[in-house]
């Protein structure tokens, strides 16, 4: 069972290191057999290149090729059912960026909800949604418009 988990949360920092490469072809590849979507937000993306050009259309990368970011995920909780082929887990994410012009700092920190199944003795993505629980200035991550994927442009007044 330990090896399970360390299975599935090897999944989860591979994610973060795919997104932080700028590998969008990469987690189109990882999330290949999942859907991915917005907690609250109706609809989901499922399939390789569907997931791909998601993210080349959201998230802005600069000239090394990558969105000058790490994901940092924490607090994982993974629970594998009975059956021993299905699991879930759930974890806070923190988007760091640092960019010219523009000095490190936290944009973005929420909590992903991920489901897993086995199949053919490897643990894959079956499911992973995601829920924003902090916005800050995330217009050197995410291209114009892709605000829509967080649940909207932050309330400025704070309410």
């Known amino acids: 069972m330990i090896e399970d988990q360390l299975a599935i949360e090897r999944l ?56 000058r970011t790490r994901h940092v995920t924490t607090n994982v909780i993974v629970d594998v059912d009975d059956d021993g082929i ?33 199949l053919d003795a490897t643990w894959r993505f079956v499911e992973r949604r995601f829920s924003v629980d902090l916005v800050g200035d995330v217009s050197r991550h995410m291209l114009p418009g892709a605000e829509r994927l967080l649940g909207g442009p932050p309330d400025p007044t704070g309410e």
Do not use: C, N, W
């Open 86 to 118: 299905t699991a879930s887990a759930r974890s806070y994410f923190t988007v760091m960026q640092a960019t010219e012009g523009f000095s490190l700092q936290p944009v973005v920190a929420g909590t992903y909800r991920d489901r897993f199944e086995i």
């Open 12 to 67: 989860i920092a591979l994610y973060a290191h795919l997104v932080d490469s700028g590998d969008f072809a990469g987690l189109g590849e990882l999330l290949a057999d999942a859907s991915i979507g917005t907690e609250g937000i109706e609809g989901a993306l499922a399939g390789r290149e569907a997931i791909e050009k998601m993210f080349a259309s959201t998230v802005r990368l600069y000239a090394d090729g990558t969105p």
